[in-house]
């Protein structure tokens, strides 16, 4: 693909090896936004101020990338970053947000954030939604809040913020890990079999933290595999499942073992937690949580997470070496072929905002569809609420209510809010640049 004569010339710096895998694939890939919804309407030059207040200390936000010789490179943007008011999110990457792979809009009281997976994860992108909130809500109000936590000019920059756990060639365990991921058979949501992705679905409702995490302090469970029993219980019986276990996929931040805490670049494994048909239809929910809490638990603190990260290292770096695009692309999109999931359960921690809390009313995450279909429940704990957000690839809302009704028999009170179908916009990428 030749390089559109329209695009500016950007300068080539560190290759994007965390997020290669983002990249390549048969599938055009699709933003990642963020939904935060105020109790007040969006004043439009205040928010534009708090974007660029964000950015002096965040510069890295600011990348767009450079593709060369079928790799992707990390490249500086200084073309003007401007927020839009628009309903709808949107194109990024491209003329349209002056090639920025990060784009903020609004829309009455709701600030859309919307990112390219390869530029960050989830994790790193609430770093910058949480200082934009700040600057914004202090420039609102005219009064300073808190910052403890959030990245202001307080925090002088370090460079481990730009690490890249991938950028090294480190040596995988093969054998190793292919032991500790087991070859159980995995239950295929039959919704997911055969199913064409066209749209999204999401289906939010929020719960109130002291109530959902009283619940799992007192059985001994955590919010992520509190949320993964009751989702199990709710797919066995909506299914009657009598074979091979229930996978619950957790996406988890690889910061604190791999020790580059402050990277906002993505950095993440997966943790697998399964459990058999008769454990999801014998054990209470309160046991299940607890089971698959320790669980996760063993291997959070072992060694699986990291063996994952290293396999993922080695197609990186086999796939760095293949002569052409089209041999990058087949390495590197194999996990397209090969679900490892019956769902997920991404806990992307909660928004820091500190004294101001009370002014967020929502937030929803919208993940672009995967091409072989999916179903997730996305989390984050913000302002007092857990906002549980199923966003899925088929239209059926059955286990949105049968998870509903699980937590209705738990006695933990919850508000559903309204559903809706989406399609995250497309990201414009680079082609091949010369010179």
């Not at 994860?121 to 109000?141: M, P, Q, S, T, W």
């Amino acid at each position: 693909m030749a390089q559109q004569n329209t695009r500016p010339h950007f300068v080539a710096k560190e290759w994007n090896a965390s997020g290669a895998s983002q990249f390549y694939g048969r599938a055009r890939k699709r933003s990642y936004i963020v939904e935060v919804t105020l109790s007040e309407a969006i004043r439009g030059e205040l928010l534009q101020q708090a974007v660029d207040k964000a950015l002096e200390r965040l510069p890295y936000y600011r990348s767009t990338f450079v593709r060369k010789k079928g790799l992707y490179y990390y490249a500086d943007n200084d073309l003007p970053f401007l927020v839009a008011e628009s309903r709808e999110p949107r194109v990024i990457g491209g003329e349209t947000t002056n090639y920025h792979m990060l784009d903020v809009t609004w829309w009455e009281n709701t600030i859309s954030f919307a990112m390219f997976h390869g530029l960050c994860d989830g994790l790193g992108l609430n770093r910058f939604i949480e200082a934009v909130l700040y600057h914004y809500v202090c420039l609102k109000d005219g009064k300073a809040y808190s910052d403890e936590g959030i990245y202001t000019e307080k925090i002088p920059y370090d460079p481990a913020e730009r690490a890249d756990i991938h950028a090294e060639r480190r040596k995988a365990n093969v054998k190793r890990l292919k032991e500790l991921m087991g070859n159980e058979k995995r239950f295929r949501l039959p919704e997911l079999r055969d199913t064409a992705v066209e749209k999204m679905y999401s289906l939010p409702l929020k719960v109130k933290t002291e109530d959902f995490l009283g619940w799992c302090r007192a059985n001994g469970a955590s919010p992520a595999t509190a949320a993964a029993a009751i989702m199990i219980q709710a797919i066995e019986r909506e299914n009657d499942i009598r074979e091979g276990v229930i996978m619950c996929v957790v996406p988890t931040s690889l910061r604190k073992a791999l020790h580059v805490e402050k990277t906002f670049k993505n950095c993440y494994g997966a943790l697998f937690l399964p459990a058999t048909p008769e454990e999801a239809r014998t054990l209470s929910t309160a046991e299940l949580a607890a089971k698959l809490r320790t669980a996760l638990k063993e291997q959070a603190n072992g060694e699986l997470a990291k063996l994952i990260c290293a396999g993922m290292n080695t197609i990186i770096h086999l796939g760095a070496k293949m002569p052409t695009y089209g041999l990058k692309t087949k390495l590197l999109a194999m996990s397209e072929n090969k679900p490892q999931d019956t769902f997920y359960v991404d806990y992307v921690g909660g928004l820091r905002c500190n004294d101001y809390a009370d002014q967020i009313t929502d937030v929803r995450y919208l993940n672009a569809p995967p091409p072989n279909g999916a179903s997730f429940v996305l989390m984050s704990e913000t302002a007092g609420y857990f906002h549980v957000t199923f966003t899925q690839t088929v239209a059926s809302d059955r286990y949105y209510l049968a998870f509903a009704a699980i937590l209705a028999e738990l006695g933990i009170p919850f508000e559903k809010l309204p559903c809706e179908s989406y399609l995250n916009p497309v990201v414009e990428l680079p082609g091949e640049q010369r010179g």
